[in-house]
């Protein structure tokens, strides 16, 4: 199928998706592998978070997501959401059968399935992708006998967002939903969220040593590899795209970007969406 792109200087990008500013976390890893490359990053900041909202919103809200970013010239679409990959891929790779799509949860479980030696692994992850059973699918699918267990985790999200990543309350919330799963056997944890690096430390100090504490971010990169096949025409770029004003947005990025980030592009997502349906399904008007 025949892509109409947006032509720009910097192309092809890779095209970072997140419901939000946690994506930054990957994107922060994927610019250190891959600094030749140009990249492009929409937060969906204006309807954050995704984890608490049904698929089909999600699914709704990702393909707004993905048409934006399709009118670039693109190398690939990474998934940075937990949520998204969860629940809204069929969708994207239906709507986009021509941009490749990494996502974030087949790359966790691989982590996690190299990880376990006992076969036994926790996923942390949003309530959506928690009830939507994807880690467990992925993990299942390359190993079926290893026990999964998974845990939602919403507090996590605006403690990493605050900037509150140790401390006591900290401490109380990772005990809170962990203490059930202490006394089992468990060897791995996986983060299945955006937001969880952030809070490894407080995570890995409740489990002890002995269990591993594993993220989607090596493989990711690994796999994105074989999907860079064009060379860029010029200077590699970033270019931030927000759907809400974005003070917050700085305020928190720099935080997740290690202080380099430059002032996004808001975009009203829904509306730009929307006009380019009407546009399309308008018949042509007959000039008289
Ligand atoms: N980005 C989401 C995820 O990784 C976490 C934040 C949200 O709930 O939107 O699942």
């Known amino acids: 199928m025949e892509r109409k792109t947006l032509t720009t200087a910097a192309g092809p990008y890779i095209a970072v998706f997140d419901s939000g500013v946690g994506g930054l976390t990957v994107l922060a890893e994927l610019r250190k592998q891959y600094p030749n490359n140009s990249f492009l990053y929409l937060g969906d900041t204006a309807r954050v978070p995704y984890g608490t909202k049904s698929p089909v919103m999600v699914t709704r809200y990702a393909l707004e997501a993905a048409w934006f970013l399709s009118r670039y010239p693109l190398e690939c679409f990474v998934i940075a959401c937990n949520t998204v990959s969860a629940v809204a891929l069929p969708a994207l790779r239906a709507a986009h059968p021509d941009i490749p799509i990494l996502e974030v949860v087949t790359p966790g479980a691989l982590s996690a399935v190299e990880a376990t030696q006992n076969k036994q692994i926790l996923v ?165």
């Open 124 to 288: 942390l992850g949003t309530e959506g992708t928690i009830a939507s059973g994807a880690y467990q699918k992925a993990i299942h699918a390359l190993d079926p006998e290893i026990e999964v267990y998974g845990v939602a985790c919403p507090l996590f999200v605006p403690l990493a967002e605050e900037g509150i990543v140790s401390g006591p309350i900290v401490k109380m919330t990772v005990q809170m939903y962990l203490e059930p799963f202490l006394k089992k056997e468990i060897d791995t944890i996986v983060l299945g969220c955006t937001h969880y690096p952030l809070l490894r430390n407080a995570i890995q100090e409740a489990v002890g040593e002995n269990v591993k504490v594993v993220d989607s971010v090596a493989p990711l990169t690994k796999r994105l590899r074989s999907h860079l096949i064009h060379t860029i025409e010029g200077r590699p770029r970033l270019r931030i795209f927000v759907t809400d004003h974005s003070d917050r947005f700085m305020r928190i990025g720099r935080r997740f970007l290690d202080g380099n980030l430059d002032e996004p592009t808001q975009i009203d997502l829904e509306e730009m969406f929307y006009e380019n349906q009407r546009l399309i399904n308008e018949p042509p008007s007959l000039s008289v």
